[in-house]
């Protein structure tokens, strides 16, 4: 599955492994650093004229990430901790919430 970049522009979500998956090899593959954020920095960032991010606006927690595209555009997403707990088991015990990818 690829990373789609314009999608996660817009809706500001990720929502299945397979998503987060996707994010964790590209932004390997592109040597990205992936940031933590708070969950009112990232509604600081949407747009709800421009985007399809409202369930985001109105979800509570998660867990909240910010980083630079090869393209050089600015990306935040929020999922579940349960996805990032999915996503840590499967990459093993080198990996932690903290240090995604």
């Known amino acids: 599955m690829d990373f789609d970049l314009h999608l996660y522009q817009e809706s500001h979500r990720i929502n299945g492994l397979a998503e987060l998956e996707a994010l964790s090899e ?20 949407i747009d709800p004229e421009t985007s399809s991010a409202n ?28 996805l990032m707990e999915l996503h840590c088991q499967q990459g093993g015990s080198d990996r932690s919430p903290e240090s995604f990818p």
């Open 26 to 45: 590209y932004c390997i593959n592109h040597g990205i650093e992936v940031e933590r954020i708070s969950k009112d920095e990232l509604d600081a960032s």
């Open 55 to 82: 369930c985001v606006l109105e979800s509570e927690g998660g867990v909240c990430l910010k980083f630079t595209a090869h393209s050089g555009v600015l990306i935040t997403v929020r999922f579940s901790e349960y």
